[in-house]
């Protein structure tokens, strides 16, 4: 097959202006009578649901939880980009363009790239719009912070908790078209593939994943919004439920696969503490605006920290390696994430990690407090603040821009990162790769469309920080709702798509083999063999803790 990406011709600037004045548009009298099923309800899937209700499709909406809230969009900490400029540091839309390019190594797609620059400043007042408390400077304007690989501030953020707060955006206005009829919500339901009649995608085979039923539903359009194949490594920062089952399931239908090779290993996570551990836990970029990353210089030092015979707070200046800054003096600890990963990953390999397994470098706010501490004090009028004033003043700001993320780090590690440097390492964070899709965000087959992390679109080979949300709320507010509509203008005569046809048939048949395969007599005994294994493990281990205990 070949590809074509249906990228409109013009200058890059001119194609989505272009491009939106020239597609097949739908009556909305004809949209009532037009079904799409939206698989995944993060901020991709959850902004294109409550979008194509509010222009007047039927929408049946697929989340894998028990509730469009928990999706792991939620676990998103530190912003999202747009060229706002309202920093006055030279911010652009081409800027932010070419920043994205160059961050993805020049892989991405430049078309769609400049479409996401263009539309990033009207999510912004979208989700102002819906109510989302992003963070405000003193005089009440939207605040700004830098990420990795930019040289301007161009991102927006509520505190350390910017993915859940879009997400309640998005979660309430699925929660409007709810309740006017216009989405048909399928909680724990989780896609298990995906119907593909005469060439086009007309439903889904789902299981409930309450009951077990294997039900079909069926659309003039699916759209896949089920986010990345992270856990396909052993660790990830990625939810358990992260299972990327939709996204297989459309490729081995005839969606075509791209990059799966561009895969994001983030550099500020918790390290891991020993084998037994099922995920990893992330830690903002945005922390790397105030925190400075660095090792001991010498060896000595290295191995009296890993065996507790020296603090890293009682290194002095001329004893650490700020290797970022000083590798990198442009960006300093702001480089990408690709770079800021590999250069860890190199001082930790020569010797220099940190912690029991030798797989942490340090990331020290120690500097940020006194910056903030003594600009605190000028302001207060604070004439020669003691050393304990500065502390406190300079803690306090530090604490309203990351306390919800400095709380996560002290519960997890049991250290405060006020008071001695975080430890942290690189960890499978997020795909690049993923399902090819077209200008229109369609896939290699028709009606099947795919959105968000699910695709491949939009970050080449890395994504810079903050962006990842921007593409999921651009995509499902404000590209897909265009482009779809020019599909689906061809499918205002089609009428219902019924699901007794034989192509459901062939789909459910298969779906149910495959789960008896896992489930019958012969692998169950397998299954129960290893799980009795485990449970003998298991209750031995439990049965002397208990003995210790007591």
Not at 462 to 486: C, E, H, K, W
Request: hydrophobic share 35%; net charge neutral; charged share 20%.
């Amino acid at each position: 097959m070949a590809l074509d990406s249906k990228v409109p011709q013009g200058p890059l600037k001119d194609k989505w202006t272009d491009y939106k004045n020239h597609i097949n548009l739908v009556n909305p009298a004809n949209k009532r009578h037009i079904d799409v099923i939206v698989v995944g309800t993060g901020l991709a899937g959850g902004s294109a649901s409550a979008t194509l209700a509010e222009l007047g499709y039927n929408v049946k909406s697929f989340a894998y939880q028990d509730s469009p809230r928990r999706a792991h969009s939620i676990a998103a900490q530190g912003g999202i980009n747009a060229a706002k400029n309202y920093q006055g540091d030279g911010d652009s839309t081409y800027r932010l363009f070419y920043d994205t390019v160059k961050g993805g190594d020049y892989r991405s797609r430049e078309a769609n790239v400049y479409r996401l620059a263009e539309v990033s400043a009207n999510i912004i007042d979208q989700c102002v719009a819906q109510g989302v408390p992003f963070a405000r400077d003193y005089g009440g304007l939207l605040d700004n912070r830098s990420f990795g690989g930019v040289l301007v501030s161009r991102t927006f953020y509520a505190k350390g908790q910017t993915g859940q707060q879009l997400l309640l955006g998005a979660y309430s206005a699925m929660n409007r078209q709810i309740a006017r009829g216009k989405i048909e919500m399928f909680n724990r339901h989780e896609m298990l593939d995906v119907v593909v009649v005469d060439g086009k995608a007309r439903g889904i085979i789902a299981r409930n994943l309450v009951t077990g039923e294997i039900e079909r539903h069926s659309a003039h359009a699916v759209v896949i919004a089920s986010g990345g194949y992270g856990n396909v490594y052993f660790l990830s920062t990625n939810a358990m439920g992260s299972n990327v089952t939709a996204g297989w399931k459309v490729h081995k239908k005839g969606a075509y696969f791209a990059n799966p090779c561009y895969t994001q290993i983030h550099p500020t996570c918790i390290p891991r503490s020993g084998d037994y551990q099922s995920k990893l836990t992330l830690m903002s970029e945005s922390l790397r605006n105030d925190g400075r990353i660095w090792v001991p210089k010498n060896l000595e030092d290295v191995t009296a920290i890993r065996e507790g015979k020296l603090k890293p707070t009682q290194l002095t200046e001329d004893q650490r390696d700020y290797y970022l800054e000083r590798r990198y003096p442009a960006f300093g600890n702001l480089v990408p994430r690709d770079v800021a990963s590999r250069a860890a990953k190199e001082r930790c390999d020569a010797g220099y990690g940190v912690n029991a397994t030798g797989e942490a470098v340090y990331l020290d706010f120690k500097s940020a407090i006194e910056r903030y501490g003594k600009e605190q004090a000028k302001l207060k009028n604070i004439n020669n603040p003691t050393d304990k004033e500065i502390y406190n003043l300079g803690k306090a700001i530090v604490e309203a821009k990351y306390g919800n993320l400095f709380q996560m780090y002290e519960k997890i590690v049991d250290e405060n990162p006020y008071e001695t440097p975080m430890m942290i390492y690189p960890a499978t964070h997020y795909t690049m790769g993923g399902v090819w899709v077209d200008y229109n965000l369609m896939t290699t087959v028709d009606g099947l469309y795919c959105i968000g992390e699910a695709n491949f679109s939009d970050h080449g080979a890395n994504r810079l920080g903050a962006s990842a949300l921007m593409q999921g709320l651009a995509d499902g507010y404000f590209v897909l709702p265009y482009t779809i509509g020019d599909y689906l203008a061809a499918e205002i005569r089609t009428g219902k798509i019924t699901t007794d046809s034989k192509e459901f048939e062939e789909a459910e048949t298969a779906v149910k083999e495959r789960l008896n395969f896992f489930i019958n007599k012969n692998h169950w005994n397998r299954v129960c063999c290893v799980s009795s294994m485990w449970a003998s493990v298991w209750v031995h281990h439990c049965f002397t803790i208990s003995v210790i205990c007591n």
